[in-house]
C-alpha cells in the first residue's frame, strides 16, 4: 500500500507537497485503514486548489513504468512559480511491511533524468540520465546497463521486462510486488462524457458492449436499483449491434439507455463499469477525481460504503461534498483539505482533539480546517 507521496516543482505544486496517508489511533470506522496505513481517503479543496494535478501526480509514474494507457492532461508540466528545470516525485510504499521508496526526477520534456528504487532501506536501482544505471538485484547482473537517452527509458522497467528473476530472494520478491502493484493501479474521472482513465491496461472499450458481453446486464440493472433507480433494463438491436434499452410498459420498443438518463445515471454507469474491473482486476490503488459528480448527497454515501467493502484496494477520491465529512462515514484521519500547496489530514490540520461526536462538516464550514 501507499504509506507517503511527495511532489515538488509539478503543476502548482512549487514547493514539496506531502500527502501522508499514515492512520491515526482511532477505534472507530476501522474499515477506513488497513495495518496503520489510510485504506479510503477523501480530498476537499476549492476549485484550483490542485485534487486533480494530485491525481495526475501520483500515476504519473504510470508513464514511464508501464505500457498501460496514459495521457498528459497538459503541455505544462512544470510550475510556471520556480527555476528549477525538473519536478521530483517521491513514493514510499509497504509491502509485506517491507518498506519501498521510488523516486524520480523529470524535465520539462516529461523524460527521465533520474530515479532510485530503495527496498529495505537498501539501494536496489539508481540511475542518472546519459550514465550506466546501478542494480542490486540478483539476476540482474548480466544485463546492458546502457540506456540510450533518446529513449526515455526507466532503468526500472527495464530490468522488469528484461530479466526472470528469482522471486525467492526477497529483494527481488519485493521489486516484482512493486512492479505489478504499478501495473494495476487505476485513476479515472467520473465524467462518463471524457471517459478519461490512468493505468489498468491499454485501450479503452464501449461501456454497454462491456457489460452485454459479460452478461452483466441483469446485474446492472440490480446495481441501479440498489441506488434508488427502479428501472428494467432489456437487451435490443440497432444499427450499431448490441446496445441496452429502458422498457416501459405499454411500449413495445425499449427506449435506448444512454440517451434518455440524466448525468448523474450516465456518471453511475460508468462507475458500475469500473466497479467491476477493479473487483475482477484486483486494483490495488484507485483515485477517482470528482467521485460523486452530478450525484446526490446519499447516493455519494452509498458508493463511499461499496468502495470501503473493497478488501484490497486504497481508494482516494476528490469530493466538493461536505456532507461526507461524517464521523458516521469516515474519521478525521481519512478526510483531507488541499489548499494548492499543502494537503493534511483533518486532524492534523486543527488543534482541537476531534473526537467521534464532533460534526466534521461544521467544523470545516467554520474553518476550522483552514
Partial sequence: MLKKFTVSNYRQFNEPLEFDLTASNYTFNTDCTHNNLVKLALVYGENGTGKSSLGWALFDLVSHLTDNNFKHYSNYYLSAN??????????????????????????????????????????????????????????????NKNINPNQNLSSVKYIYSNTNLDKRNKLNRIFVSFMTFVNHILWFRSVLDDRSFIGYKKGTENIAEHIL????????EKFLVDCGLNIQLVKYNDINGSNIGIKFPG????????EIVSTGTRNLTLFYYWWKIIQEYNVPLLFIDEFDCSYHFSLSEKIVEKLKQLPNTQVVLTTHNTNLLSNELIRPDCGFVIDGKTIASLNKSTNRELREAHNLERLYQAGEFS
Fill in 213 to 220: 458481453k459479460n452478461n452483466y446486464l441483469e446485474d446492472f
Fill in 251 to 258: 411500449r413495445k420498443k425499449p427506449l435506448p439507455f444512454f
Fill in 82 to 143: 520556480s527555476n528549477k528545470n525538473f519536478a521530483t516525485f517521491l513514493f514510499e510504499f509497504l509491502f509485506d511491511d517491507i518498506p519501498v521508496i521510488y523516486e524520480y526526477q523529470k524535465g520539462e520534456d516529461k523524460n527521465l533524468i533520474y530515479e532510485k528504487l530503495t527496498i529495505d532501506k537498501k539501494v536496489c536501482v539508481e540511475y542518472k540520465l546519459n550514465q550506466p544505471f546501478l542494480s542490486k538485484l540478483k539476476g540482474s547482473e548480466n544485463l
